[in-house]
């Protein structure tokens, strides 16, 4: 039997420092980590060079333990916070691996929502560097 695809449906997303990170899987409705081909980015290691993005498409909220509070809290606009990322929130294994590495806070949206709409906050963070797997591949 095949192994089966992934689905996201309890996953662990995380924001800042390690020991005061924030879980960030009550606020968000999609995580987005991916890749492309940068030749800016090449080395001679790297000749095709590659950037990564993490995208959370966030739903605004406002008051204690809201949206709103995490992102003040880890920082403004430039801040360079941690992040990881698993499939679900079980501990790192090679049916769960997880991500880590660093991204840069951008500017977050106020409000953009029709009425009796909720507000979407997408917040799309450049990866720097490249993120790293855990447990790490192993090459066969």
Avoid at 13 to 22: F, K, R, V, Y
Wanted: charged share 20%; proline share 9%; net charge negative.
């Amino acid at each position: 039997m095949a192994p089966r695809p992934v689905r996201l449906t309890d996953p662990f997303i995380q924001l800042g420092p390690t020991a005061s990170a924030i879980d960030f899987s009550c606020f968000v409705a999609g995580i987005h980590l991916t890749a492309e081909e940068d030749d800016a980015l090449a080395t001679f290691c790297d000749p095709h060079g590659s950037a990564y993005t993490l995208l959370l498409d966030g739903k605004m909220s406002l008051g204690a333990d809201s949206l709103e509070d995490a992102l003040n809290e880890l920082g403004g606009p430039g801040t360079v916070i941690d992040f990881e990322f698993g499939y679900t929130k079980g501990t790192s294994s090679a049916t769960n691996p997880h991500w880590t590495g660093k991204v840069r806070l951008p500017a977050w949206n106020i409000v953009d929502a029709g009425i009796n709409e909720p507000s979407d906050i997408p917040l799309e963070m450049d990866v720097i560097g490249e993120p790293v797997r855990v447990p790490a591949w192993v090459s066969p």
